[in-house]
């Protein structure tokens, strides 16, 4: 069953940099590291946009000595509209590209496609898909026309209810138009929010989550919201035939595992442990 982890806005900075009260290395590798303990079966992980905060080839570089020293995970690098293309490719040029050299590619699994597009247009921070990356995604899909279909994106095509809306992908419209050719899109993931996010866009599911490094608190009213330290996750799917599960885990904190009468603890009690660790009954 395939099964593989959408990370997103990492938000690294060049080497020592901080961001806001964290810090962005820290976070990754601690992800890095709860995914090598408890997800080391995922084929693929997949990291949707916000590579770095401003783009700075050193922070690219960075990015590659951590996959380097913490995953053995094939990763696929997609990019975010605090991301620089060209620094990215220059940094990372085994990463595919289309013929357009926007970072858009696809993986293959026998039983379903997952393609993964690049929605930033420089000097925006508004998402884009123009009619030469339309273009390239109907033919993928085209390609795909008996397999299930999962696609990922930095910028969501529709609004959320929050200030976020503003800085949204535009061009909703003729990409609604594109998905409509493809009989099974099973799920749409995203980035850019910084919120775990659930739904549905004209009938196809989709998800988003929180960043690894900051995070937007709730906020409806539509105003812009400050960002916040806070939980930090990553998303696990599993893909099993006509079943699509998406996991949500907050790897940062050991949280109290509760062990009730009959489950092998003997009695009510609750100490602090990592949850993926197996439980142990105290006397
Ligand atoms: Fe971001």
Not at 28 to 41: C, S
Not at 92 to 103: K, S, Y
Not at 114 to 133: C, F, N, S, W, Y
Request: aromatic fraction near 8%.
């Amino acid at each position: 069953m395939p099964k593989f982890i959408q990370l997103t806005d990492v938000h690294l900075m060049p080497p020592g940099g901080a961001l806001f009260d964290t810090d962005p290395e820290v976070r990754l590798r601690q992800a890095l590291r709860d995914i090598r303990a408890n997800q080391a079966d995922a084929e693929w992980l997949i990291f949707s946009g916000d590579l770095t905060h401003r783009g700075e080839p050193e922070a690219y570089a960075l990015l590659r000595d951590i996959l380097d020293q913490e995953t053995v995970i094939p990763y696929r690098l997609m990019i975010g509209n605090h991301d620089n293309r060209d620094n990215f490719r220059s940094i990372f040029p085994d990463q595919p590209v289309d013929d357009n050299g926007f970072v858009q590619s696809v993986i293959d699994y026998d039983s379903c496609r997952l393609i993964m597009l690049d929605t930033v247009e420089h000097g925006k921070h508004t998402g884009h898909m123009d009619e030469a990356r339309l273009s390239w995604l109907k033919d993928r899909l085209a390609e795909a026309l008996d397999k299930p279909v999962y696609l990922f994106f930095h910028h969501p095509p529709f609004d959320i209810g929050m200030g976020v809306d503003r800085i949204r992908m535009v061009d909703d419209e003729p990409l609604l138009a594109v998905l409509k050719t493809h009989p099974a899109i099973r799920h749409m993931y995203f980035g850019h929010v910084h919120r775990p996010i659930a739904g549905s866009w004209h009938g196809i599911p989709m998800s988003m989550s929180y960043g690894l490094n900051h995070q937007a608190g709730l906020n409806l009213s539509g105003m812009k919201h400050p960002d916040r330290s806070g939980p930090a996750e990553y998303a696990v799917t599993l893909a099993d035939g006509p079943t699509t599960v998406v996991h949500f885990h907050d790897f940062l904190y050991l949280y109290p595992v509760i062990i009730t009468p009959g489950m092998g603890g003997g009695g009510g009690f609750k100490r602090t442990m990592a949850e993926n660790m197996p439980v142990k009954s105290e006397a």
